[in-house]
């Protein structure tokens, strides 16, 4: 499969403990953004990276939460200090570019205790 | 912020019924997306509208871009089950922000056999 993977499929934590979620790009895109959608609501834009420029982090709702995306390939979410409103699944999609058709991997569900 | 109101939230209809489903904004966007989203996967694009007034057709789904470019519809023709599952519409910001997807909450779309 070439799609864009994402990893764990599930997450349970207990308030205050961080997390890391893991996201595969499709080999060759070079954009990566995240984004989280909670029950009832839209996704919201977290976080963009494309290549090498500066990430757009604009989306992070507060200095718990911090991604990198390392060898252009590879990116991480981290969440510190979880909270319960945390609570929802974390999307990440990847694309040719930033004008490209965005392909969305199956999220990750993280629950926070 | 742009936001995009959808409507109905929900649709519960019978096989082979006709439907539409609304995406609205006071703001004009760039061009406006139709995605579908499945339980436990991500997002899948179906259209991309870029011009005021255009039409899109996909099979037994139109889709429709407002004169203004801060509105859109989808119009389903005989449902199908398979049919079944969240249509989320997102806009682009446009300018040097075109990577950025402001999401609709979603129009979930039950169709009974």
């Known amino acids: 499969g070439a799609g864009v993977s994402q990893s764990p499929s599930n997450k349970v934590t207990e308030k205050g403990k961080d997390v890391e979620l893991r996201c595969d790009p499709i080999?060759?895109?070079?954009?990566l953004y995240w984004y989280r959608q909670s029950l009832g609501q839209g996704l919201e834009f977290l976080i963009y990276?494309?290549?090498?420029?500066?990430?757009?982090k604009s989306g992070l709702p507060s200095d718990r939460f911090s991604a990198e995306r390392t060898g252009g390939s590879v990116s991480t979410l981290t969440i510190q200090r979880t909270q319960q409103e945390d609570s929802a699944v974390y999307l990440c999609?990847?694309?040719?570019?930033?004008?490209?058709?965005?392909?969305f991997g199956p999220g990750t569900r993280l629950t926070v205790l | 912020t742009q936001l995009l109101e959808q409507s109905p939230q929900f649709l519960s209809i019978q096989e082979g019924e006709n439907l539409t489903v609304y995406c609205n904004s006071s703001?004009?966007?760039?061009?406006l997306q139709w995605y579908r989203q499945e339980p436990g996967e991500g997002p899948v694009l179906l259209v991309t509208?870029?011009?005021?007034?255009e039409v899109k057709k996909l099979k037994r789904l139109t889709f429709q871009f407002g004169d203004a470019r801060k509105d859109s519809s989808l119009h389903i023709t005989a449902a199908q089950p398979g049919d079944t599952g969240l249509y989320l519409c997102?806009?682009?910001?446009?300018?040097?922000?075109?990577?950025?997807?402001?999401f609709g909450k979603g129009t979930l779309l039950t169709v009974n056999p």
């Open positions: 990276f494309q290549g090498n420029s500066a990430p757009d």
């Open positions: 997102a806009g682009e910001e446009g300018g040097g922000s075109n990577y950025k997807l402001t």
């Open positions: 703001s004009v966007f760039s061009s």
């Open positions: 509208v870029v011009t005021g007034g």
């Open positions: 999609a990847s694309s040719w570019g930033p004008f490209n058709e965005q392909f």
């Open positions: 080999s060759g895109h070079t954009a």
